[in-house]
């Protein structure tokens, strides 16, 4: 599976990963070997995109590159599945900060949202960032 593969399902509203056919486990986002028992014996699947905030922190000074849309607010999220991935939360920095710890454990289903490119992406034609929106309040 190419990652390209990976951001074209996020910007269709689907969570690509693999699911390791020696142990059962899921890895995402795509990798060579599961992330459990190292097992190159993986098959592409589609996830439910589903998962809770396991934790999370705003971004006020963002690298080179980024700098013009900081502040914004990533998480680490732990989809049902069980691997975790981080992305955007689709939450205004202002509201995140008011909800402090609040946010932790809420549910978020994830979506692609393509970006501008920089200087330091690989892929220079487009650039999709994984973003997660709160499906509970």
């Known amino acids: 599976m ?3 593969d990976f951001f074209n399902a996020l910007l269709e509203g689907k969570l ?4 390791c056919k020696d142990c059962g486990e899921y890895t995402c986002p795509p990798k060579a070997t599961c ?7 993986l098959e592409t ?3 439910s995109g589903k998962g809770r905030i396991a934790t999370f922190t705003t971004i006020y ?3 080179s590159g980024y700098d013009k849309e900081a502040p914004y607010v990533v998480a680490m999220v732990e989809l ?7 992305g955007r939360i689709d939450i ?6 008011e909800l402090g710890q609040a946010l932790i454990d809420k549910k978020v289903e994830v979506y692609g949202k393509e970006m501008p490119t920089e200087p330091f992406y690989p892929d220079r034609e487009r650039r999709v960032v994984p973003m997660f929106k709160i499906i509970e309040k």
């Open 35 to 41: 992330d459990n028992c190292g097992s190159r014996n």
């Open 16 to 19: 690509i990963g693999q699911k």
């Open 61 to 63: 000074v963002a690298p």
């Open 2 to 4: 190419k990652f390209k």
């Open 92 to 97: 205004d920095p202002t509201d995140a900060e």
């Open 45 to 47: 699947v589609e996830l």
């Open 80 to 86: 049902e599945e069980g691997p975790w991935i981080v």
